[in-house]
Structures are given as structure tokens and as C-alpha cells.
């Protein structure tokens, strides 16, 4: 079955980045989009971005340009989201998921990033 | 685009109907999605295309609208369907989502 599986939750210092991983199984990898969302928290949810691992394409959210960079390995069928210049703001949740005709029809479990010093 | 998710807080008791309310800042035609988050469980795709139930969905779960009103009625709501619901338009970009519902215990 389709499973999403991203790495731990990350404490990091104001103005440091953090990159967090999503390993993709249960379905070809390179036939997907992966998106990245976040929540921060008790707020609702922002699409950040989104990219082919086939091409490496990718398209963002203007409000996370320069800030988040989307990347994949294909040989591992993994997707990672680094996030710069960290503030309280980039303190949240980020889910990876699969677009599914515009929706998404699967989820990470969720990364929790913690910006603090 | 704009989604504004009502009501924010819903109580009700199992066996109940319930609606949530999903409007959209400009026709989003049918591009809309709802989604169910639980805690410790991956958020779960339930409807998309306004009302197209996703495989596995129950059928108790219902989507309607166009345009720029959607509704998402639960019919019958069982204990596990406690939860927070979101809706998605993803029209154009970038993808919005409402602020959400709580679904709760009355």
C-alpha cells in the first residue's frame, strides 16, 4: 500500500535550516508529484510547493519562495524540503503528499519542526 | 483564492446529521476537496471533484456544490467520525484550504 514516511521532528535555532525527508513506497515513485504542506499551529494549511521526481521540475507557493527547496533521490524514492533562515514563523508541521487530480490522497504522518533558540 | 470554512466548532452525538459549509472567494468550479484529520493518523482524503467519494470513503460521508458553495454532510455520524474536516480548492494556484472544523462530542 502507498506509504508516506518522513523523518523526525527537528529543534533548530533561529536563523539555521532544517531539511526533512519523505520516503515514498507502495507505488512508482517518479510517476508522482510530491507536495509539501504546513500547518502551523492551530491554524490551517498552506501548500508550499510541490515536485516531479521524474524531471526534478518544480513549482512554489510565492510566499515560500527563497525559503523552502524541494529536491528528490530517485534511487531511494525519497523527496526532502529544506527550509532557510529559520524564524518562529517556520515553526509548524509539514506534511509531504501525493496529488491525486488536484487533491491529495496520501499524507505523512507530519514533521514538527521547532524553531527556537 | 479565498475558503471560509463554517461553522469553526460543531457538537453533536452519534446517530446525528451534520453539515459544514465551504465557500469559495471566486468559482472554484468543482475543484474542491475535503479532508478528515485525526490525531496520530494520517490525514485522510474523504471527497473530491465537490463530491466524488474517495475509495474507502463510507457512504454516510456526502459532497455537494459547485461553484463557489460546497457542503459536506455526514449522515448517521459513527464514533470514529470525531474529528477535524478541511476543505481544499485547488482550482488554480496556489492549492487553499478552509480553517477548518471541529467536529465534537456533544
Same mark, same amino acid.
Given at each position: 500500500?502507498?506509504?508516506l ?5 527537528a529543534? *533548530?535555532?533561529?536563523g ?7 520516503k ?9 508529484w510530491?507536495?509539501? *504542506? /504546513?500547518?502551523?499551529?492551530? /491554524? ?6 510541490e ?10 507557493n510565492e %510566499? #515560500? ?8 533521490? %530517485? ?10 533562515r529559520? !524564524?518562529?514563523?517556520?515553526s509548524?508541521i509539514?506534511?509531504c !503528499? ?10 505523512g504522518q507530519? *514533521?514538527?519542526?521547532? *524553531?527556537?533558540? | 483564492?479565498q475558503?471560509?470554512q463554517s ?6 452525538s ?6 459544514i ?8 468550479s468543482?475543484n ?8 496520530g493518523?494520517?490525514? %485522510?482524503?474523504?471527497i473530491?471533484s ?5 475509495s ?12 463557489t458553495? #460546497? !457542503?459536506? !454532510? ?5 464514533s470514529?467520525? #470525531?474529528a477535524v ?9 496556489p ?8 467536529l465534537?462530542?456533544?
Amino acid at each position: 500500500q502507498v506509504k508516506l514516511l518522513q523523518s523526525g521532528a527537528a529543534l *533548530v535555532k533561529p536563523g539555521a535550516s532544517v531539511k526533512m525527508s519523505c520516503k515514498a513506497s507502495g507505488y512508482t515513485f517518479t510517476d508522482y508529484w510530491v507536495s509539501w *504542506v /504546513k500547518q502551523s499551529h492551530g /491554524k490551517s494549511l498552506e501548500w508550499i510547493g510541490e515536485i516531479y521526481p521524474n524531471s526534478g521540475a518544480t513549482n512554489f507557493n510565492e %510566499k #515560500f519562495k527563497g525559503k523552502a527547496t524541494l529536491t528528490v533521490d %530517485k534511487s531511494t524514492s525519497t523527496a526532502y524540503m529544506e527550509l532557510s533562515r529559520l !524564524t518562529s514563523e517556520d515553526s509548524a508541521i509539514y506534511y509531504c !503528499t501525493r496529488p491525486y487530480y488536484g487533491s491529495y490522497d496520501y499524507w505523512g504522518q507530519g *514533521v514538527m519542526v521547532t *524553531v527556537s533558540s | 483564492v479565498q475558503m471560509t470554512q463554517s461553522p469553526s466548532y460543531l457538537a453533536a452525538s452519534p446517530g446525528e446529521s451534520v453539515s459544514i459549509s465551504c465557500k469559495a472567494s471566486k468559482s472554484i468550479s468543482n475543484n474542491l476537496a475535503w479532508y478528515q484529520e485525526k490525531p496520530g493518523k494520517a490525514n %485522510k482524503l474523504l471527497i473530491h471533484s465537490g463530491s466524488t467519494l474517495q475509495s474507502g470513503t463510507p457512504s454516510r460521508f456526502s459532497g455537494s456544490g459547485s461553484g463557489t458553495d #460546497f !457542503t459536506l !454532510t455526514i449522515r448517521s455520524l459513527e464514533s470514529e467520525d #470525531f474529528a477535524v474536516y478541511y476543505c481544499q480548492q485547488y482550482n488554480e494556484y496556489p492549492d487553499t484550504f478552509g480553517a477548518g472544523t471541529k467536529l465534537e462530542l456533544k
